[in-house]
């Protein structure tokens, strides 16, 4: 099979080496130039569109993040306002010296805190058992009866949200037995 473009140029090849033939513009080859330039100009067209296109998605998907950021904020403040009040109220009782009104504000408080959080997702860690140092931060190894490596001692809570530690529980770790130089002999 031959190649048209090879026969093109071995035609024009020909034509150049006749004596007193002077070369002049190839209408198929200037048609030829005129399409592919035309076609050239389509794709650098498209290309640009393309790219504007991806240039304004950036920039909507950049607005709709900072509007959802704003409503979660927004969300979690009202979700925390009423335990601001109930705070407030509990300030009032202590100003007046009944102490039994404080305590049950502050406990009041503490609850809707913990619900609103809660509903949000977080969730406290668990620390009964086996140390986890993907969970826990080991602030002390102490000697004790209890088994070698648990949790003998919560120092402050950890929490989790969703799948994410936020804080992990700093905690006590028993240790060996013989480890304080007291051992049983």
Known sequence: MADPAREQLDQSEQRDQVPGNVPGPDPEVEERLAVAEAKAQEHLD?????????????KRTAREQASLST?????LVKELLPIVDDLERALEAAEEHEEVKL????????????????????AEIETDGKFDPHVHEALLSQPSEAEEG????????????GDRVLRPARVVVAGSKEAN???DS
């Open 46 to 58: 498209d290309l640009k569109r393309l790219a504007a296109e991806f240039e304004n998605y950036k």
């Open 150 to 161: 648990s949790v003998i001692e919560v120092l402050q809570k950890g929490y989790r949200l």
């Open 181 to 183: 130089g007291h051992g």
């Open 71 to 75: 409503r979660a904020t927004e969300h």
């Open 103 to 122: 305590e049950e504000g502050v406990r009041l408080v503490h609850r809707q805190l913990a619900s609103a959080l809660e509903r949000e997702g977080l």
